[in-house]
Structures are given as structure tokens and as C-alpha cells.
């Protein structure tokens, strides 16, 4: 990368297309608080949040400022406040084999309701996608609203979350002996340390991003914003050694029976199976307690072989959670480890013409290398599919089924999969 994402201009032909719709494209300066309000208040909007507080907006500058900014203007408005929004950042996404790569971050994409469906969000989708390519930056991610969205740019569902209800009265623990220490603590005396697991934990699993102090924030407790912040409350987890190695961040709800809580989990991480299963327990087993809902939890969480009865924890959803869009075919493929040696030359098809072409892969030892070749293709997919087979996760075979993956699809799975599934178990 020879120029830095936060000074990146905005991208000419989005400028341009914008523009043919009477409108106009710019970067905010985020250190102009009245413009950056503005930008905040846009974004609440869009995603039809309350109009922010001044705590809330404050928040917004201290926190979001570092992000590159960009606005959609209609001059004619006298509000002056963007009709479109979105921002990006690098953030280091963990890869198979455990390296982290920088990819392209995407998150504020609204368009307000009174200028829908005039191509405001294509052009700063492409404009996102342009940008990034032309730093180098070999991929971007995001987290969606609506999973009908973004294929059309060339992403795809890469991550999978889980959605839980345990039922606490009728399971039992059996998960085994759980050691450490549990305590409750504050998110302002913990948030150092949270925020130092958290790094540890999302720098370990494939599928995670590492995390700005904010994203981090709202994961240990309430942030501006949070409704019913009182109700949180925050327990860490210490080995018998005192390392930190855990917490859980919850809120307890009550009912008309005074037996029968319930729990919102609001974020639970462990960087050792010690520190999860104690965690778990803990959490299973409060008093006054008949229901524990977590959510965004790995695919592949532990739960129905932590308690007595498999049908007392269930899960109540599974859903598409990271979507990736590879950028840059060589770069991303050899940005991985892999778990098998083997060949492939791939053909992948890039309609908005970023990425596609016909590619030798190689893995040896778990390494690839990566070269254009004009050789027949053993598989030919769309570039949406490469990401969706990118970090591991076993998606190949379904995309081969519904015809987005053609050719070999079990040599592709056989090299792309991961025995341990990726995860993200945080929105950005
Ligand atoms: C999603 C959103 C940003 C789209 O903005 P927009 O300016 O209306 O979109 P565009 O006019 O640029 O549409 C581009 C294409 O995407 C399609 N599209 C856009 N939003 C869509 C949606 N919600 N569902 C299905 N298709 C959608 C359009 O039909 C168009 O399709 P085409 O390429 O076949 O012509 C806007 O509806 C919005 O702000 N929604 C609420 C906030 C939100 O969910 N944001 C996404 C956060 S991840």
C-alpha cells in the first residue's frame, strides 16, 4: 500500500455517476463536529435508530473518526445532512494458517428513505471496492443488514453465527470440572484488560477482526446509546494462574415469575476452553435464571455437549454473518495457510472487472503460490463464491449443488475447507 486509506480521494467515477444524479460526493472531514454531527445523524436514520443524543453523537466523533468518511450530498436540501453514508478502515482479518491480512472494512452504508433506488449505494459500494483495489488492499468485508444486498458487488457469505435459547431448568451441567476464577468487575476498572483478551481471542480464530478500542467497548458493556445500560453487568474469568483469559457481558431480564430471569448475553469470550467452559457454567447455573439466549456464537459452539439434556440448549438460528469480497485473486489465495497440499487452476469471474482471471494455485506444505495461467480450469466460479470459500468455511459443496461453483467442487472444498470453521463473532 503506497498511500495511506484515510487520504485516499474520493473515486472519480463514483464522483461522476453521483453527480449525474444532481447530487454530490465528497469525504467529511471528521474533525469538523458540526459535519461529522450531520454524517452521525444520517447514519442513525438509516438504520432506523432514534435521532442520537448528544452523548451519543460525542461518542461518535471520539470513536468513528479514524474511519474514512464518506458523504452523498442533494445541495438543494437546506438540512445540509448526507442522503448517503458509509465508512472504511483496514482492519486485520485472520486468515486460515493464522496470519492476519489487511482488509478493506465497510460498515454505514445507508441511503436515506427520500432518495432509495437512485443508485446512490452502487456508487459508493464501487467507489469503496475501486479505492481499496487501487491501495492493494486484496480484500473487503462486511457485516449485513440484508443478506440480499451485497452479491451483486461480488461478495459472499464467508462466516456462519449461531443463535441460542438453553433452557436452565432443565439442563444440567456436564461440561466436567471448570477451574479459575470467576468475578464480577466494572467495564471502566476492565476495560484495559478486556480489550487485551478480546485482541488475543479475535487474533487466534480465522474469521475475526481485530478490533478498534470502540468495537471492543461494546463488547465488555454499555455504550452511549445502549438502552437500559443498569441491567448490564460483567464477569471476567482468571486462570489459576491469575492470567486474564475471559468474560461474559450479560443483561438479566425479569418476569412475573420471580424464578424464572432471563439472560441476554451481550458478548462472552474466551481465549482457552478453561475460561469458556467456566464461563458457560457460570451462566447455566444462575439462580432465579430460566432462560440464557446467546447469539453470535460460532457454528461449531460447544453447548449441546455441555449440558445433560442436548435438546434443553437450541439453537434458534444459524445465519450468514462475514461476507467477503476478494479484491485480489493471488495475494488473498497465498495470504492463507491450508490444511491439504494440492492444485487447482481456478477460473473466477469478477463482473465489476477487480479481480477475475484464470489462476494456478499450489499449495505445498500448507503453502501457496499463486500464478495467472491460460491452462483449462479445474473449477470456474463467480468471485462472490471464492469469497464465500475463503476463510474455510464448508460452503463449497452447497454452491456446487446450486451451480455457483462449477467443475471440480470436491477437489476446491478438499483444499479450501478448515477442520475448525471461521467466525466473527462481533457487527462491525
Ligand atoms: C440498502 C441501501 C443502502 C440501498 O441504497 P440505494 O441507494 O437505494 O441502492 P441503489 O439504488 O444503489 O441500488 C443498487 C442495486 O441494489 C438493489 N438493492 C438496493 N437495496 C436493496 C435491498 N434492500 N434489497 C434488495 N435489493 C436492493 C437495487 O435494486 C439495485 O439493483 P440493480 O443493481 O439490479 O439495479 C438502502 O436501501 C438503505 O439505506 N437501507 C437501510 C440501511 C441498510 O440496510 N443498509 C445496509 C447496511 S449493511
Redesign the pocket.
Known amino acids: 500500500m503506497n498511500q495511506s486509506y484515510e487520504n485516499a480521494p474520493v473515486d472519480e467515477q463514483s464522483a461522476h455517476e453521483v453527480e449525474e444524479a444532481g447530487l454530490r460526493l465528497a469525504l467529511v472531514d471528521t474533525s469538523d463536529a458540526e459535519a461529522f454531527d450531520k454524517w452521525l445523524r444520517a447514519d442513525q436514520r438509516?438504520?432506523h435508530s432514534g435521532a442520537p443524543s448528544k452523548e451519543v453523537l460525542a461518542e461518535g466523533r471520539a470513536t468513528l473518526a479514524d474511519r474514512r468518511t464518506t458523504a452523498v450530498y442533494d445541495d438543494l436540501l437546506p438540512s445540509r445532512e448526507p442522503v448517503?453514508t458509509v465508512n472504511s478502515w483496514v482492519a486485520p482479518l485472520t486468515v486460515p494458517g493464522g496470519d492476519r491480512v489487511g482488509a478493506w472494512a465497510i460498515s454505514s452504508?445507508?441511503?436515506a428513505p427520500t432518495?432509495?433506488?437512485?443508485?446512490?449505494?452502487?456508487?459508493l459500494l464501487g467507489g469503496e471496492l475501486r479505492t481499496a483495489h487501487a491501495l492493494g488492499v486484496p480484500l473487503a468485508i462486511?457485516?449485513?443488514?440484508?443478506s440480499?444486498?451485497y452479491g451483486?458487488w461480488g461478495f459472499g457469505p464467508a462466516t456462519f453465527v449461531s443463535d441460542w435459547s438453553v433452557d436452565t431448568k432443565r439442563v444440567r451441567w456436564a461440561g466436567g470440572p471448570t477451574t479459575g476464577r470467576l468475578s464480577f468487575t466494572e467495564p471502566d476498572e476492565y476495560r484495559e484488560t478486556g480489550r487485551a483478551v478480546l485482541d488475543a481471542v479475535m487474533a487466534a480464530r480465522p474469521g475475526e477482526i481485530g478490533l478498534s478500542p470502540y468495537l471492543s467497548d461494546r463488547l465488555i458493556g454499555p455504550v452511549a446509546g445502549t438502552e437500559n445500560p443498569e441491567r448490564y453487568r460483567l464477569v471476567r474469568y482468571d486462570s489459576p494462574s491469575g492470567e486474564p483469559e475471559g468474560f461474559v457481558s450479560f443483561a438479566v431480564k425479569g418476569s412475573d415469575d420471580f424464578v424464572r430471569h432471563t439472560v441476554e448475553v451481550n458478548h462472552l469470550t474466551a481465549a482457552t476452553d478453561e475460561a469458556l467452559t467456566a464461563l458457560w457454567r457460570f451462566l447455566l447455573e444462575l439462580d432465579l435464571v430460566a432462560e440464557v439466549r446467546a447469539g453470535v456464537l460460532g457454528v461449531d459452539e460447544p453447548l449441546p455437549a455441555l449440558v445433560s439434556d442436548i435438546r434443553g440448549a437450541a439453537v434458534t438460528g444459524i445465519r450468514d454473518h462475514l461476507w467477503v469480497r476478494i479484491l485480489d485473486v493471488p495475494a488473498a489465495l497465498t495470504a492463507r495457510g491450508y490444511e491439504r497440499d494440492g492444485e487447482l487452476v481456478l477460473d473466477v469471474v469478477d463482473d465489476l472487472g477487480l479481480a477475475g482471471g484464470r489462476f494456478r494455485l499450489s499449495v505445498t506444505d500448507g503453502v501457496a503460490t499463486v500464478s495467472e495461467t491460460a491452462d483449462a480450469p479445474d473449477v470456474t466460479l463467480p468471485v462472490a463464491s471464492l469469497g464465500s470459500v475463503y476463510l474455510g468455511h464448508d460452503f463449497a459443496r452447497a454452491l456446487g449443488v446450486a451451480g455457483r461453483i462449477e467443475g471440480d467442487v470436491t477437489a476446491l472444498d478438499r483444499l479450501f475447507r478448515t477442520a475448525v470453521p471461521p467466525r466473527l463473532s462481533t457487527w462491525f
Open positions: 438509516g438504520f448517503g452504508v445507508t441511503v432518495h432509495r433506488r437512485r443508485g446512490i449505494a452502487r456508487a462486511l457485516t449485513v443488514s440484508e440480499v444486498i451483486r
